[in-house]
């Protein structure tokens, strides 16, 4: 895909590192940063640099502005939709939802606030570990566009929340709140208005200085029960395992519970 047509001159998505951490920030707060294609070819495009450098090992994604997200810019969008849907992804970018292609192996924050709707909350499945600020608003809209989640809300947000709370909120397109999210497992913590960056922030640093490689294959084995079955999962534990108790990191960490020391890791 030619980004030239797309990519206009004020990014959509502006990218930051952060030590190991690297921010990603929706960037379109005139238009509570609703996601059109240069929108989502620019995040496609900042998961593949995330998933690429040895030096990054965590996602921090947020939003400029009041908004996390108001969804698709359908007027956009729309025109662009094919028999296949939308052609989002450019070389070397990584689908955001992780719905197809390459999975990524690195975990991403999330810290929300104001609205987040549809591409939002599925963005927030997609991830791993999320913060919201207490009055976000939440909604999961698209049966009232006529259109259906196609971002993975129907595959993750029931096995997240369970069948009824996550039907309750798709098929109906009602609004919820901050509460309702941390109630059905949608974010992991509720923090006042203006802190959500800043504590996603901290818990992204947290996972930043454990052994990269073991949350990579913590992450992995996680995955492939979700996806493939418990059973190809517990197939797999020892093997990694022993992948790991080779590594430089695993003497690291050894060495620190030994001494009583803070590790430094250094992803080898």
């Known amino acids: 895909m030619n980004l030239q047509n797309t990519v206009p001159d004020q990014p959509r998505i502006i990218t930051e590192r952060r030590g190991h951490v690297f921010?990603?920030?929706?960037?379109?707060?005139?238009?509570?940063?609703?996601?059109?294609?240069?929108?989502?070819?620019?995040?496609?495009?900042?998961?593949?640099?995330?998933?690429?450098?040895?030096?990054?090992?965590?996602?921090?994604?947020?939003?400029?502005?009041?908004?996390?997200?108001a969804g698709l810019d359908l007027a956009d969008i729309g025109p662009r939709l094919g028999p296949n849907g939308i052609d989002m992804v450019p070389e070397g970018g990584i689908n955001p939802w992780q719905v197809e292609g390459q999975t990524l192996s690195k975990p991403v924050v999330m810290a929300v606030q104001g609205t987040c709707l549809t591409l939002g909350i599925e963005l927030m499945l997609a991830s791993d570990i999320s913060v919201a600020?207490?009055?976000?608003?939440?909604?999961?809209?698209?049966?009232?566009?006529?259109?259906?989640?196609?971002?993975?809300?129907?595959?993750?947000?029931p096995r997240t929340a369970g069948w009824g709370n996550a039907m309750r909120w798709i098929l109906t397109g009602d609004m919820f709140d901050a509460a309702e999210a941390h109630r059905i497992g949608l974010v992991q913590e509720v923090v006042p208005d203006g802190t959500q960056f800043d504590r996603a922030l901290e818990l992204a640093e947290r996972v930043a200085g454990q052994a990269p490689l073991a949350i990579q294959a913590t992450l992995a084995s996680a995955r492939t029960a979700v996806r493939d079955g418990e059973a190809k999962a517990a197939a797999g534990l020892q093997p990694a395992l022993a992948r790991l108790a080779a590594t430089e990191d695993s003497r690291i960490g050894m060495e620190s519970f030994l001494t009583r020391t803070p590790a430094t890791f250094i992803g080898r």
């Open 133 to 157: 600020a207490e009055s976000t608003r939440f909604g999961q809209i698209e049966v009232a566009r006529g259109i259906l989640p196609f971002g993975g809300a129907t595959i993750r947000f």
């Open 23 to 69: 921010l990603i920030g929706f960037n379109r707060p005139d238009k509570r940063n609703a996601a059109d294609l240069a929108l989502l070819q620019q995040l496609a495009l900042a998961y593949g640099e995330l998933e690429r450098d040895p030096e990054l090992r965590v996602g921090l994604v947020y939003a400029v502005g009041d908004h996390f997200t």
